[in-house]
């Protein structure tokens, strides 16, 4: 949302909790809202499941999303989810 998001982590019982705050893209416009939340969710996990930080997840999810609001329909083109990949992932 237009607040970010908050990843909170803890790695055992005796381990502080690790916050992440991940701010949210400006976007230019916000056309359409129906799928953000799906996509947010599948671009955190592919990130997660390729080992990525999870403030990389929340970063390349947050992308993804922003993406998604700023055109009619749920889905992005491939190529539009692999060119944020990039340019998300590779920094």
Do not use: W
Request: charged share 20%; glycine share 8%; hydrophobic share 40%.
């Amino acid at each position: 949302g237009a607040n970010g998001a908050v990843i909170a982590h803890q790695k055992d019982d005796d381990s502080d909790i690790e916050i992440y705050d991940i701010p949210t893209p400006a976007v230019d416009s916000v056309i359409d809202t129906n799928g953000a939340g799906d996509n947010y969710a599948g671009a955190f996990l592919y990130a997660l499941s390729q080992q990525y930080s999870l403030p990389e997840c929340g970063r390349l999810a947050s992308a993804v999303a922003a993406q998604v609001i700023q055109q009619f329909g749920p889905r992005l083109a491939s190529k539009d989810y692999q060119d944020i990949a990039k340019r998300m992932l590779s920094a």
